[in-house]
């Protein structure tokens, strides 16, 4: 096993001048300027971290942790996969940024590239996911108009309660968690919300206006619900017949985390728009996209949606990197084989101060007993022992390891986890 014991000296950060290169002179001086000079819209746990690589980050201290998080999966191939950073290294010596106005060399290539590995025909390029969120909507407006012929508009979008998209005033709109969506009125119309799980309540919620159907084939944020089996085929087949489109909000589940290159795959469903983030970004930098059919995605004309760093090079070249990894199947593979690894082992901890396990390849929500911790609690201890996670939801401790992680790391993990558990039944 690489490196599990946090203290040892050959396990430090690899030599690299950390402190050198900072700008603070201690952990504790990082937390105080970041809670002094930043805005509070993040509770992170007191970890500063300053070193990563693969499944590994180190703190300012030397201290080391294994990544359960991995950024919410934007970190699916580890920190500083090798063949990432050789592209982004690459291109940085090559041509950074163009703006739209003009072709460059790996935009044709990557949108060509990452449609293929989708089974679409087009890519719409952009950076976070939330603007990916946004512009599918925008798409499917669009689409709804001129292809559906939705009387101006009337376009309706139907979403599932406890979701999560993304932060803009549209996206929270529609959000029906209190702390995403209260006080950032007035809101975005145009939405229906329906339970999440329920194909019956999809199919009364759809009308003649309704133009999409907006779904995460796992819910990520609400603590990694799995709908039943039925759901998403369900889906396909209502939208389908009502002439309506099903979105994939894949940016959380999809790019190989959920054991397939789609979480979509699990189920056998293929959606009309696929909407991509995180992982896409080899975890270097932000590049999110919508994914789709030229008859949906070919409904945008010059200037009706853009973004000045959308499918910039750099983001480009990165992307083709995420892409040739995936095409080899090697990291898929991995989620499925380690995600029954660790569900078998989670569900060793049922009855041991877990009440409840969900999981989708490398990826699962923890429900902890609400009298024994809060999830917080729980992953504070966590990484006094060496392993990062988040919780969710109060109770819920969410893993998301690199799907590089090895499976003697995973079992560490997970001991650690049994052992947080065991001090806490005291
Ligand atoms: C399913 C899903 N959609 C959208 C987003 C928003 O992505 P971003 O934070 O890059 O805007 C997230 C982020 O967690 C997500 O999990």
Redesign the pocket.
């Known amino acids: 096993m690489r490196g599990y014991h946090p203290y040892t000296g050959s396990h430090r950060h690899g030599g690299t001048g950390v402190r050198e290169l900072s700008g603070a002179r201690s952990g504790t001086e990082a937390v105080r300027l970041a809670e002094d000079h930043s805005t509070h819209n993040y509770h992170p746990l007191p970890v500063v971290l300053a070193y990563g690589e693969g499944a590994w980050v180190t703190d300012m201290e030397g201290k080391r942790y294994l990544d359960c998080l991995a950024a919410?999966s934007a970190l699916n191939f580890g920190h500083r996969h090798p063949r990432i950073l050789a592209a982004a290294r690459a291109q940085l010596d090559r041509l950074t940024l163009t703006g739209r106005a003009f072709y460059h060399d790996q935009f044709g290539p990557f949108c060509q590239e990452l449609a293929e590995l989708a089974g679409m025909d087009m890519v719409l390029p952009m950076n976070?996911?939330?603007?990916a969120?946004e512009s599918a909507l925008k798409v499917a407006r669009k689409w709804g108009y001129q292809v559906k012929r939705v009387p101006d508009g009337r376009a309706s979008v139907v979403v599932a309660e406890n979701n999560?998209?993304?932060?803009t005033i549209s996206l929270v709109s529609f959000s029906t968690d209190p702390v995403t969506h209260d006080e950032y009125g007035p809101y975005t119309p145009g939405f229906r919300i329906v339970p999440y799980g329920d194909a019956s309540a999809l199919t009364r919620a759809i009308d003649d206006t309704t133009v999409a159907v907006l779904l995460?084939p796992v819910q990520?944020?609400a603590g990694v619900i799995v709908p039943p089996p039925h759901y998403l085929p369900a889906a396909r087949e209502i939208c389908t017949r009502r002439n309506v489109l099903l979105i994939a909000?894949e940016?959380?589940s999809g790019l190989g985390r959920a054991g397939a290159t789609f979480a979509c795959e699990r189920f056998g469903v293929v959606p009309d728009l696929y909407v991509l983030?995180?992982a896409l970004g080899g975890g270097v930098l932000?590049v999110?996209a919508v994914v789709g059919r030229r008859d949906v995605l070919g409904v945008l004309r010059p200037g009706e949606h853009g973004s000045t760093f959308g499918g910039n090079p750099l983001a480009c070249a990165v992307g083709r990197a995420v892409v040739r990894l995936l095409r080899t199947g090697e990291y898929q593979a991995r989620a499925r084989s380690l995600g029954q690894r660790l569900r078998a082992r989670l569900d060793e901890l049922v009855g041991q101060g877990v009440t409840e396990v969900r999981s989708l390849g490398l990826w699962a929500g923890i429900d902890v007993h609400p009298a024994l911790a809060t999830g917080r609690e729980v992953c504070e201890r966590l990484a006094a022992k060496g392993v990062l996670a988040k919780d969710t939801h109060g109770s819920t401790v969410r893993l998301a390891p690199p799907l590089v992680i090895e499976a003697d790391e995973l079992d560490w993990a997970v001991d650690r986890l049994a052992a947080v558990l065991r001090e806490l039944r005291g």
């Open positions: 919410y976070s996911g939330a603007e969120v999560f998209h993304g932060r995460e990520g944020e909000d940016i959380q983030g995180k932000p999110s």
